[in-house]
T-cell receptor, first 113, second 113 residues
Framework: KQEVTQIPAALSVPEGENLVLNCSFT??????LQWFRQDPGKGLTSLLLIQSSQREQTSGRLNASLDKSSGRSTLYIAASQPGDSATYLCAVLSSGGSYIPTFGRGTSLIVHP | GAGVSQSPSNKVTEKGKDVELRCDPI?????LYWYRQSLGQGLEFLIYFQGNSAPDKSGLPSDRFSAERTGGSVSTLTIQRTQQEDSAVYLC???????????FGQGTRLTVV
């Protein structure tokens, strides 16, 4: 059974810092990995999708990397802004027949001015 | 529609009543997922629909929970005889058949009093 862990659980930083959020998974046989953002009281917004054959994806100030062999993905946020404050979730879709993404518990990020 | 739509956005119900939550997936998406997010918890998988195949109901917590998907599009999650522990945000997501990016709705916040 796939298990997904996100570290740290919470992070508070001053504006302008570069950040790294971590996601680890126990079964390296994955189909894809997706990073989401969730604002309080809202649904999930997709940020980046990395297919199993890819090593990284970039969108603006966000960069996500994937290392299947070590069961890890990182989300890098450059030059953080207060508007980046949210919970960041990673979800892993395994390739072993289950079509159900498994989610981590998320990292709650606060960027203060 | 442009995105996944869920209704109602908020629902307050008395303990013991039945509730129905609705999800309209993105047009053309054959895969549909329901998740539950309790306060301070991660996303808990409930049920998965893919096209005309039998749904994967392995995540439903009890026989009070059921879901259907009519015409391969709209889905309804029904909770019978609601209990206080059913209070949570219920999230719906859809994706294409090739299991690429998953898109979430804004969720239904259910409060059982």
């Amino acid at each position: 059974k796939q298990e997904v862990t996100q570290i740290p659980a919470a992070l508070s930083v001053p504006e302008g810092e570069n950040l790294v959020l971590n996601c680890s998974f126990t079964d390296s046989a994955i189909y894809n990995l997706q990073w989401f953002r969730q604002d309080p009281g809202k649904g999930l917004t997709s940020l980046l999708l990395i297919q199993s054959s890819q090593r990284e994806q970039t969108s603006g100030r966000l960069n996500a990397s994937l290392d299947k062999s070590s069961g890890r993905s990182t989300l890098y946020i450059a030059a953080s802004q207060p508007g980046d404050s949210a919970t960041y979730l990673c979800a892993v879709l395994s390739s072993g027949g289950s079509y159900i993404p498994t989610f981590g518990r998320g990292t709650s990020l606060i960027v203060h001015p | 529609g442009a995105g996944v739509s869920q209704s109602p956005s908020n629902k307050v119900t008395e303990k013991g009543k039945d509730v129905e939550l609705r999800c309209d997936p993105i047009s053309g998406h054959t895969a549909l997922y329901w998740y539950r997010q309790s306060l301070g918890q991660g996303l808990e998988f409930l049920i998965y629909f893919q096209g005309n195949s039998a749904p994967d109901k392995s995540g439903l917590p009890s026989d009070r929970f059921s879901a259907e998907r009519t015409g391969g599009s709209v889905s309804t999650l029904t909770i019978q005889r609601t209990q206080q522990e059913d209070s949570a945000v219920y999230l719906c997501a859809s994706s294409t058949q090739d299991r690429t990016e998953a898109f979430f709705g804004q969720g239904t916040r259910l409060t059982v009093v």
